[in-house]
């Protein structure tokens, strides 16, 4: 069995009793040599855990340096990240599309569908320019 640490308190996952909180952390580069920011997968034990992580990831190690304390980063951010974490529906729920409440699923008609005839992406060869010309006045009199 694979056992993590979490990220903020270095506590082990099976000293714990809840699955606790996974989720990726975009950290910066640490010296000028590094272009590149990087994306770890993190565990953290309990949600203040995660809310002191994220909070060391965007202010740095050292909190007195912060431009704000840990309880307004709490209210401001942390508890918007973990609202995503709080939700009812599992993710192997299906949704479905009949209920025009839900405004994320709904059934979006793309308007360039229906003008889009060539489905293969490459141009019509004609035989001639005349009919090359004849078949772009029929598609203009088609959508007029």
């Not at 190690?61 to 974490?85: D, K, N, V």
């Not at 229906?114 to 060869?125: I, L, V």
């Amino acid at each position: 069995m694979n056992e993590a640490t979490c990220e903020n308190c270095g506590l082990p996952s099976g000293s714990i009793v809840s699955a606790g909180y996974s989720f990726s952390l975009e950290t910066r580069p640490t010296s000028a040599y590094q272009h590149r920011s990087t994306k770890h997968r993190v565990w953290c034990c309990s949600r203040e855990c995660g809310i002191q992580s994220l909070a060391r990831n965007k202010y740095g190690e050292t909190s007195h340096r912060w431009p704000i304390t840990l309880a307004e980063f709490r209210q401001l951010e942390g508890e918007r990240f973990f609202r995503r974490f709080d939700r009812y529906e599992t993710p192997s729920q299906v949704v479905e599309n009949n209920d025009p409440k839900m405004g994320l699923f709904e059934k979006v008609a793309l308007p360039h569908t229906e003008e889009f005839r060539n489905a293969s992406g490459r141009p019509k060869r004609h035989v001639s320019p005349a009919a090359r010309q004849r078949a772009y006045r029929e598609r203009q009199r088609a959508t007029a």
